[in-house]
């Protein structure tokens, strides 16, 4: 699986949108690009993922750019409860049925009333 | 979204006793899940991959022997941490996938 690079953290001030960048310049062709996040000592949770096309969802958006060497992850209003750990995760195959994940240092979020 | 759930949430146990931590897919069938670590202010770190009906495939590093793992059924996986010492105090997630990987709350160990 491809290598991803993240800021180590960000701040974003609440009702303001968060934009969460990651770097993943040796990615294949049949890699996905997937970010969790993780709330202080819980399990992490699922947000999105993508292969070329920008995705939505009720969590956020993600925009993966032309060349699909980085993509953003937008969380558009960000509130307090997003304050967390956000992982990008770069891996073969749209299903993760059967296979594992590979998780880096991430970026801690901290969204600030 | 799928569910997986674990027992306990946390644990305290003495030096040289063993635990059991299990993992429970509660609205699908997983014939695979997975087991991390994750140490305070540091990233998940797989230990190791848990198969129904088969042996568990273990993490270059982790012993086999120490954190035995079964997953006799398509919604339950177990890992027992035998004799335990302070350095496997730790946080312990669980992951199953229907589609997209779900992780369980976690497991807080404290090895006394």
């Known amino acids: 699986d491809a290598k991803t690079t993240q800021p180590t953290s960000m701040d974003c001030a609440e009702g303001r949108a968060a934009n969460l960048p990651c770097n993943h310049s040796?990615?294949?062709?049949?890699?996905?690009v997937y970010w969790y996040r993780q709330i202080h000592s819980q399990g992490p949770q699922y947000i999105i993922h993508?292969?070329?096309n920008n995705e939505t969802n009720e969590m956020a958006s993600l925009i993966i750019t032309e060349d699909r060497k980085s993509s953003t992850l937008i969380l558009p209003h960000a509130t307090l409860r997003d304050t967390a750990v956000y992982y990008c995760i770069v891996r073969v195959g749209k299903e993760t049925s059967g296979s594992r994940l590979t998780f880096g240092e991430g970026t801690q979020l901290t969204v600030n009333p | 979204g799928a569910v997986v759930s674990q027992h306990p949430s946390w644990v305290i146990c003495k030096s040289g006793t063993s635990v059991k931590i299990e993992c429970r897919s509660l609205d699908f069938q997983a014939t695979t899940m997975f087991w991390y670590r994750q140490f305070p202010k540091q990233s998940l770190m797989l230990m190791a991959t848990s198969n129904e009906g088969s042996k568990a495939t273990y993490e270059q590093g982790v012993e086999k022997d120490k954190f035995l793992i079964n997953h006799a059924s398509l919604t339950l996986s177990t890992l027992t941490v035998t004799s335990a010492h302070p350095e496997d105090s730790s946080f312990y997630i669980c992951?199953?996938?229907?589609?997209?990987?779900?992780f369980g709350p976690g497991t807080r160990l404290t090895v006394t």
């Open positions: 040796t990615i294949s062709g049949n890699e996905y």
């Open positions: 993508g292969l070329k």
């Open positions: 992951s199953a996938n229907p589609y997209e990987q779900y």
